[in-house]
T-cell receptor, first 113, second 112 residues
Framework: KAGVTQTPRYLIKTRGQQVTLSCSPISGHRSVSWYQQTPGQGLQFLFEYFSETQRNKGNFPGRFSGRQFSNSRSEMNVSTLELGDSALYLC????????????FGPGTRLTVT | GNSVTQMEGPVTLSEEAFLTINCTYTATGYPSLFWYVQYPGEGLQLLLKATKADDKGSNKGFEATYRKETTSFHLEKGSVQVSDSAVYFCALSKVGGNQFYFGTGTSLTVIP
């Protein structure tokens, strides 16, 4: 089956702008989680969506938001970008039928200048 | 709270050497434990997992045993190859939930 896809793969934005990243989970998976990966902080959990509802949330400011659509595709949005938001943003999908094993996409590399 | 602590890297080994990457965890209840691997420019791939105490996860020559008494899940491989060069992440997930907690990652470089 097709894996998790994320678009775009690379993005360059300027401070103060906003950005939207997209994630398409594996077919049949209803849970989508987002992570931020940076060299200094490692992998940090942003939030998880299940059936269009945010079920878990990490410790990030309100500039980071997300949503999930009825087809389980998810988007995350970052407003008022800061230099420190430069990171690899990873999306993972999972299903309770597979014991919530997470399958990761290739990530979106965001660079804020 | 829940957290994962793993051995800091980077680790450099010669081909065919023995590999151990230490991982310990703190969790309430009985979490599931995972090792993920990340190759350059890619996302994370599940390497192996264990869902209960004394379970041994194994894949591609890698092994890890869920030790509840020492709250550990150390990754081992008897003979590493150049192709094993990557970053390895230990992780746990809460029972019945879907929030993962990752360690900081250990970079492994295997030289011929």
């Amino acid at each position: 089956k097709a894996g998790v896809t994320q678009t775009p793969r690379y993005l360059i934005k300027t401070r103060g702008q906003q950005v939207t990243l997209s994630c398409s989970p594996i077919s049949g998976h209803r849970s989508v989680s987002w992570y931020q990966q940076t060299p200094g902080q490692g992998l940090q959990f942003l939030f998880e969506y299940f059936s269009e509802t945010q079920r878990n949330k990490g410790n990030f400011p309100g500039r980071f938001s997300g949503r999930q659509f009825s087809n389980s595709r998810s988007e995350m949005n970052v407003s008022t970008l800061e230099l420190g938001d430069s990171a690899l943003y990873l999306c993972a999908s999972s299903s309770w039928t597979e014991n919530y094993e997470q399958y990761f996409g290739p990530g979106t590399r965001l660079t804020v200048t | 709270g829940n957290s994962v602590t793993q051995m800091e890297g980077p680790v450099t080994l010669s081909e065919e050497a023995f590999l151990t990457i230490n991982c310990t965890y703190t969790a309430t209840g009985y979490p599931s434990l995972f090792w993920y691997v990340q190759y350059p420019g890619e996302g994370l791939q599940l390497l192996l997992k264990a869902t209960k105490a004394d379970d041994k996860g194994s894949n591609k020559g890698f092994e890890a045993t869920y030790r509840k008494e020492t709250t550990s899940f150390h990754l081992e491989k008897g003979s590493v190859q150049v192709s094993d060069s990557a970053v390895y992440f230990c992780a746990l997930s809460k029972v019945g939930g879907n929030q993962f907690y990752f360690g900081t990652g250990t970079s492994l470089t295997v030289i011929p």
